[in-house]
């Protein structure tokens, strides 16, 4: 249990400075939204200048940008390529963090197996993944309930972030 919450302790700055990010981001997206929401004849203009294969490459074939969910699609992308990054480099620091500062023989002769100490650091990042993605999911929600009633977009806000939660499981394993 020692290596747990000091797995959770050391990542506890970097967890804080990445939720921040993540609910900035969110919420500047969003800001964006009501911007580009008052002249949607514009918007539709703008999008048929993009050549369908740019569309493809961006995600942005069939979504309507007047919608927030439409719009939340395209912000999506963004959110599941930084949280994608922050999943890797946290499931590339747990281990090779003892190998770098020359302390794995020390954890290893401490009265816990090498299971329990992988088991720990496992569940750790775990959990720190899981509360990126909360905090993720919250500032979404808080965000999206200033433009709709955010009940009727829950069940595709749920997805979104189930997905997320399955890339983010993907890069940090």
């Known amino acids: 249990m020692n290596i747990f919450i000091r797995e959770l302790k050391a990542h506890s700055r970097s967890l804080l400075i990445w939720s921040l990010s993540m609910v900035a981001l ?4 969003m ?3 009501s911007a580009l ?3 949607t004849q514009a918007l539709e203009a703008l999008m ?8 493809a ?3 942005m074939t069939g979504l309507d ?5 439409g719009y939340y699609g395209i912000l999506y992308l963004y959110l599941a390529l930084l949280l994608a990054i922050h999943a890797g480099l946290l499931g590339e620091e747990l281990f090779t963090k003892e190998e770098r500062e020359k302390t794995t023989e020390f954890l290893y002769v401490r009265p816990v197996s090498r299971a329990g100490a992988i088991t720990a650091k496992l569940c750790a990042g775990l959990c720190v993944v899981a ?10 929600y808080g965000s999206i309930a200033g433009f709709v009633d955010p009940v009727s977009v829950r069940e595709e806000l749920l997805l979104f972030m189930a997905a997320l939660a ?3 499981l993907v890069f940090f394993f």
Do not use: E, H, R, Y
Request: proline residues 3%; positive net charge.
């Open 65 to 69: 940008l007047a919608t927030v969910s």
């Open 48 to 55: 048929k200048q993009f050549p369908a294969s740019i569309q």
């Open 31 to 33: 800001m964006k939204f």
């Open 57 to 59: 490459v961006f995600g």
């Open 26 to 29: 969110v919420a500047a997206g």
């Open 37 to 39: 929401s008052t002249d």
């Open 131 to 140: 509360l990126l993605n909360i905090v993720t999911m919250v500032s979404s």
């Open 166 to 168: 399955i890339i983010q």
